[in-house]
Nanobody, 123 residues
Framework: QVQLVESGGGFVQPGGSLRLPCSAS????????AGWFRQAPGKARERVAG????????EYTDSVKGRFTIPRDRAKNTVYLQMNDLKPEDTAVYYC????????????????WGQGTQVTVSS
């Protein structure tokens, strides 16, 4: 059974940084693409970053480009969301998700989710 566990959320002031790890059990996470999503109160869930299995392809939503990165540590079977220069509008619950294959492709989908971790950016 696949289990994804996020951690690292918390309260941070604007301009600060956080790193969210997502560890996986029950699968070789390194073989799959993965993504980080977020959902703010009253808003739809949005994908903020994605990474293919090899790490050679990453994707970011426009609002986080240049501030967030999605590295993966293959030795630890873990995907991270490194968030820098945080803004109040980044406040949300952040979720890690596993993709159905190693590459992003038409017809694929995210098929396993973590429980989420709260990130609050405020002065």
């Amino acid at each position: 059974q696949v289990q994804l566990v996020e951690s690292g959320g918390g309260f941070v002031q604007p301009g600060g940084s956080l790193r969210l790890p997502c560890s996986a059990s029950g699968i070789t996470f390194n073989n799959y693409a993965a993504g980080w999503f977020r959902q703010a109160p009253g808003k739809a869930r949005e994908r903020v970053a994605g990474i293919e299995w090899s790490g050679s392809t990453t994707e970011y939503t426009d609002s986080v480009k240049g501030r967030f990165t999605i590295p993966r540590d293959r030795a630890k079977n873990t995907v991270y969301l490194q968030m820098n220069d945080l803004k109040p509008e980044d406040t949300a619950v952040y979720y890690c998700a596993k993709y159905s294959g190693g590459w992003f492709r038409v017809g694929g989908s995210y098929d396993s989710w973590g429980q989420g971790t709260q990130v609050t950016v405020s002065s």
